[in-house]
């Protein structure tokens, strides 16, 4: 019995896993989907949920979907349980970029303010997730896709009894297949090695044919970038002396001046990419509605989340046949990268074996990354204390030390106003 | 035979330090003082040296007091060497503020875009003074006062042949001189333990009588400022949470924004900071020129530098007597800051003895300090390689890994402005 | 063209490479094999050269065979470089063996006395292949199976320019072989995790299905021995304290009192084991002289050295192939173990691509093994700088700080016996 | 008031003790001695302890001596709490280092056999009196001299709430006088660092005048011995690469044979060394008995715990007075040594102050060196794991990682009848 549990499952992104899970059944045959979701997510489930069952009847293979907003009913003895959920649902998100904005700071759902406060509605639900996995499938995997992501896995490391998380993310696949581009060749040829965070990870090392061809793969980088962040070009000259290739994420901080304006001025002109990405939303739920659609809609590609299916299935497939392949994944760093702490979660090129992954050296970073890298995983850190604690000046601090707001004047601001929008999600700070 | 040399000895901070050296004549018999300076500074040299023999015939000592544009000369057996000239003048230093500020982006001497020009100008005229110190004076300490203290420091430690360098800055003197008022009690009753880089570090622990009274004056901390940087307050949730006591320059980072709003006002309004440092040093060689002032002039004391004098003489003296007392200097770590690489040069509290300084241990510092740190130190780093290599690149690489500037777009402009404006003083990188 | 070079090719080991080969012919297309040996090997390498020819022509594979004294000639765009020779031939070996016991002291060809001088005469050896390599195959793996295949390793990875070089050894195959019996499974469903040093390695975790049964090995370790080493039995409940598998090298220094008065006794009573292995080599030389015979012997199993040629053919297979399984191999730790400086060579799990091995985590080492661990490191890198350097005083200081000499006294008689031994060999300490 | 307390107060030491304290009286007023002992050491006590009172009336002195066996009464309010017990007297050293030798295994009283089982037996006691301090006197200091330091220190750090505890031990003390006697200069004129573990610490530099003569030392070190460790020199080539000065007790490690063999020879012809010190101390006080004698009787400068007393009331006395003077402590590293844990109790330089020692940064040791010391924290931390566990497996771990026994079967066989003849001591493991 193979049974997959998808936390958050009225997402507009199941589609694309339950197409993955079609595609890849002959080595991953998987026995039951159950596809959970809140009180508030009913509607939506229930729309995405029937998509899903017509896919699977088109597909003709003996996979069965449940819905069910019974958490615990779905993770009895689940396999693997994976998370997509969104607490606060995207009018949360609109906040979480309004708000700090309206002060002339990034909102940024990940590792910016915005993303503070995702974390903060996200990390009780997911350690109340945590809790339920320990009593209920002790041996299962919890595949967390949920933003922010790195922070999310962090916080199940440190505050929960369960070892067996993984937190995954579509940049390092997107990067995998922008470099095979680069190179006009099958991704399949390619490996890369990965380290970093979540969202402020860099290829180190690019292999073709058994050679190093990295410092080509540098020489050609200036223009990648990924369709939901700011398409400004890297000049040449900085990649090379990076010597390591940034994410389209590195912009918020290497070309940061820059893309807040550009991001403010999108702003005042067609308000958050929240409110965008809900308009598609809307669009696609009104597609999945349709009775005749028996697959994934092309639109659903337009999302920023592109091959999250890919990047999910296959790890989940990776672990069940015990492959050892090299996957991007954040897991426990355990001294594959002497820039962080043996204990702290980190983005990482991993062996992935059905005992979990394990991370691969993948050298040092340039020094010049390590101050940034730690920067940021000490935001991380400090998100995590701060919802764990319940305390002001723990969310004060955390915010004050993120580069993307590096100011206690807005930060004071913003905090308030968020903490007001926020307030029902935050139960932790109430007391 | 004692003999000091002070290059650029027509600083107007001169008087400060022949005042020092006047006061402490009973532990420190200084038999020579040679104010040596280039030909642009013949004029103030004359003077301020001037004002310095009426200084000294005054107190009535057999210091013997030598002006002179030959360097070799003075080196000769030197016992100590102090370095407080700036390349370029004042004109430099504004055009270092001014062309980052036109862009919105801060200049700050030290560790902002203009600091980094500043570097550039004075590490190949140091690493020429280090070579003729093994040359002349092989058993001389080398103190350096020049600005961007850190990053001189590092250069020569990195790049030249002399190990007896030490490099020295008025804000840790300035920080113990504000705990001890805090405390209400004389500063040698009061020990402090400071660690991190030039103009980047934190107090991080308070003794008095024997007992750790940290917590105490982090509760009083709010509102400690320096009367060169904007004096806006420290939220005290803030520094309980950070556990240590942030320097007036950390105002830069974790208040960036607002000082960056203030800053550009105050441009807007009042013309760079370095201006005013202009028009005072004006009135004050005005002051110098009268042939009856015989003692350091009250105005003195209004230029950002005061308390320079006393660190300089304290740390000439304890190394002189090897006394073992315990200043903040900056030289090689060696593992007293886990933070840091082991030879790397770190502002520390030292034990100074006449074998130099030995950091002593101050333990970990707080996580969320660590990535800071590290990206400034890397700036340091990147801006040395430039200067020494002369290539664009990495003073690009330098310029938008610096936490003050994060933009690829202006970091161009700028570093395109700054080396039409400084080019006769940047010789390594026109080859 | 898939060319391979031996060299000391007159082993009598060669024939377990021959059937390696042929056996994987499917997955590695062998189109030549050079045999290389020096002037005082010409009679063996015929002899085996011989039997090789017969053993490609029995299985009728397209494999050429080719026997040179012509190191050079046979290097020319080699592919693979596989060192297996033995300078000073067995007779060397007896007196690294005999001069050491006959003070009470191990000898020991690897860890011990003797290896240090086995590594005297073979390390400017290696390093000479290492320069031919640079320049007439300069993108060959050098795969290393001469003892001490650690130092050795080391100091190509110190002192060549090449960085294409991996030490291999048996025992971690051994130890697989061993655990895989304990489990009562196919060797290929267990999944060891090994670290250390060569000779000195542990294994850290036992994976079983994706399941962590490593405690479940340890309480059945305690009879594991390996047949060129006593067999004194662990003690269960040591093996349990110390949480990670010895291998059967350990003796020699967690039993070193008994271990070495078995020695002395059977070294009393039947001289070394060199002069055992001696002997059992003429008996395989007398039957590798059968015309007739087309096959490995069983005899050479009997061989300290048994599974090395499967190692070694997996190794280069896995290279050709890129095939990204995990073998454990002697390579530079790049952080995977932080018991151990970054650059220094390790026996570790590693990812096997075709650009070489990636050490992968295998997380801390138990604390009580870390001081052992880095007491022979050091004594492999000292043993380095000594033949390096040709100093005395460094050979001294390795032999004093290696825990199977532990002795000033007998360090300097068993030196200046072994120096007037073996001199023809150790021109480097002539000067 | 100043009151200070000493548990084993009727060591034979105690006169060394009392006559540091009437010398120093002007710079360290001491109110109170409070000599306190258990039942078997009453008679002891009492002789000992009216010596002391002789002592300091003589001297003139206002100090009162109390001698009493409630150690409670004593620790009220205590400022200084030195510990010089010895659990089980001498008679339990004998067995100490008899049952060992007996099997041809170092007992040695410190870091063998023999120190594994003092420890065993002091470790429960001295955590019990760090329960009293913390109740007690919970700002005084606690400073050890029982042997074995290192671990007792250890164990006090890591399983005591009081963190005011410092080992201390007179080697560093001797090798500095002796280092001073090359130099042929008063001791307070050189300086030395030094850094390791007790019974384990090099002198890693020597500075004279402000000028390193640490080589010059090295030349010269080759006949340094302490009165208690046998007197083979050292070969210079020896010291000369290591590059740190070794101690005496590092003749267990580097010449363990040649030391055993002459520890062997020297029990079977006179018996232990402890049996030599019981007639010793038997000499001591027939000697302290008599009522006229109101010094410190010369003879007890030939135990081996010379200095002591220098050592200990320096050491008080400098955190009395707040000195910031540079003496070799047995406390937590904190970084000053990156061969140890940043919590590890370290035997190294540091300042002294009213709030305790702050070690200084000594640098990297020699590479030579880390696997030793690796090896003895190993051993004492896993002696501390063992007698606070109370787990049998435990202690054969520690006894078979160390190398002065190195051995499974003698580790056995020494543990069984260790634990049988000082079972009266070793209620933890009686569980």
Redesign the interface.
Known sequence: MLKIVTIGGGSSYTPELIEGFIKRYNELPVDEIWLVDCEDGKEKLNIVGNLAKRMVEKSGLPIKIYLTLNRREALKDANFVTTQMRVGLLDARIKDERIPLSH??FGQETNGAGGMFKAFRTIPVILDIAKDIEELCPDAWLINFTNPAGMVTEAVNRYSNIKRVIGLCNVPFDMHTAIAKILARPKDDV?I?MGGLNHMSYVTKV?L????VTDFVISKWGNHSMNNITG?E??N??V???GVLPSPYHRY??????VLEETIEKFNNNGTRAENVKRLEDELFSLYTDENLQEKPKQLEQRGGAYYSDAACNLISS?YN?K???QVVNTV??????EFE?DEVVEISS?I???GP????I??MP?????????????E??TCEAVISG????A??AM??N?LV?????A?KILDEMFEAHKKYLSTFNK
């Not at 020094?367 to 935001?379: E, M, Y």
């Not at 305390?391 to 723990?394: A, E, R, S």
């Open positions: 002339g700071v490996q090695f292999i044919d058994g050679k190093n400004t890297w000049v000259g900085f090379k002396e990076l901080y290497y070309m940061a001046k820059e672990i015990n050892g392949d090299v760093n355990k001294g594959a990268m002497q043996y062996m074996t059905a005992n394990v991370p691969i050296t050298g040092k020094k010049c990354t390590k101050g940034l890298l730690n920067q940021i995983k000490s935001f850190i400090a305390d002001y000046n723990k004060l601090l004050m030390i580069p590096s100011s206690q004047k807005y004071i």
